[in-house]
């Protein structure tokens, strides 16, 4: 995608070839700045600060954490301790462990002495991996926009969207966001209403800066704004990501999402879920009793950040500082409350039949072993 008219990914190598470079997404929308990991205590950092955020970029992020991890020393115990730690960063995006269970597999059944190179070749094959995989969801979900703009009859597309499931959530293009990149350079006449998400407010400072970056039109509205919008007939559908998804299609996302999905069920509005194959945790069926929802610092509730008069990036405080807060990160949307699925494969139902139509490798006990990795099939 683009910045400044310029490609653009959220996570690369740096010119000397081992460090890796990561867009500081705590400075956007105001400054565009880069964080450089040398370590993979750097790369467990940027994780848990959310300088890097979104299911997939995070699973980027500690596939390169393990390379720099090898890099320093290609023991057993780093490989495990390093592990541990990425691990222990954020609980509830599935993509994070996969890729640290399933590149710590690989480095253990390799020769130490060539454990470094094969970190890294990983690394940016997962990167690579996750472009195809979003292009694909993008492909897909500009199909059903066709199918949209055809039955409304012309444009724009009003489509409400909640968090950041964007470029900036991934290694380039987005999930959800991708099928209205594309409809945008296809000519569709576009329009987004962005919600703020609080309390990181990724939707004001992520989704609006992206979208303003690649000239896709947006109006940013605060988070109890789209029932209004729906019931005014000025949304044609709402569009969310996804940081996990059980197998029988219960979605897990910014916390917010759920109360958009019942309003889009009272207004009988489609609501759709951009879902890259490697957020199915297959070994999961009751969303909201087995996904771990992670709980944060209560001060990103309690305290906002933002530019002041001077042009200064502050932190302000909100309420009272004896205030108590609860910061719950996530929450699930069920199945039944999805209209449709658009994965890298293809669109279906959120149940387990139509995920497994399009997984059918996940299918019997296999399923049942954990997350389960995928390819796109382009």
């Known amino acids: 995608m683009k910045v400044n008219g310029a490609h653009t990914r959220t ?33 467990a950092r940027a994780i848990t600060h959310m300088i890097v955020r979104g299911a997939p970029l995070i699973g980027a992020t500690a596939a390169y954490g393990l390379a720099l991890a090898m890099r320093d020393s290609s023991t057993d115990d780093n490989l495990a301790d390093s592990a541990r730690l990425l691990l222990a960063t954020r609980p509830t995006a599935v993509n994070l462990r996969w890729v640290v269970d399933g590149l710590r597999a690989t480095l253990e059944s390799t020769p130490v002495h ?141 916390i917010g999402t759920y109360l958009k999905a019942l309003a889009a069920r009272d207004n009988d509005i489609p609501f759709y879920v951009g879902l890259p194959g490697p957020s199915i945790d297959w070994s999961m069926d009751d969303g909201i009793a087995e996904i771990p929802i992670e709980e944060r610092d209560p001060t990103e509730v309690t305290t906002m950040s933002g530019l002041s008069p001077e042009g200064e990036l502050v932190s302000i405080q909100l309420t009272g500082h ?13 199945a039944r409350l999805i209209t449709g699925l658009i994965t890298e494969r293809g669109l279906c139902p959120a149940t387990p039949a139509g995920l497994r139509s399009l997984y059918p490798e996940a299918s019997g006990d296999q399923g049942k072993s954990g997350p389960h990795r995928v390819t796109a099939k382009i």
């Open 114 to 254: 060539e454990r470094c190179e094969i970190a890294y070749a990983q690394a940016a094959r997962i990167c690579d991996e996750d472009v195809a995989i979003n292009h694909a969801i993008g492909e897909h979900g500009l199909a059903l926009i066709e199918q949209h703009l055809q039955k409304k009859g012309s444009g724009p597309i009003n489509v409400l969207t909640h968090c950041n499931a964007g470029w900036l959530a991934t290694v380039d293009w987005g999930t959800a966001l991708a099928p209205i990149y594309m409809a945008h350079d296809a000519g569709i006449d576009m329009h987004v209403w962005v919600d703020e998400t609080r309390p990181r407010n990724q939707g004001f400072s992520l989704t609006a800066w992206e979208l303003d970056q690649h000239g896709v039109p947006y109006t940013a509205v605060v988070d109890n704004v789209g029932g209004h919008l729906m019931q005014r007939g000025q949304v044609d559908f709402c569009i969310t990501g996804t940081d996990r998804t059980t197998a029988s299609g219960d979605v897990c996302n910014k």
């Open 322 to 334: 004896a205030c108590p807060a609860a910061n719950f990160a996530f929450d699930v949307t069920p």
């Open 11 to 43: 996570i690369w190598l740096s010119a000397d070839g081992w460090s890796v470079e990561v867009i500081d997404q705590t400075r956007l929308p105001h400054r565009f700045t880069t964080s450089r990991l040398t370590s993979v205590a750097d790369a």
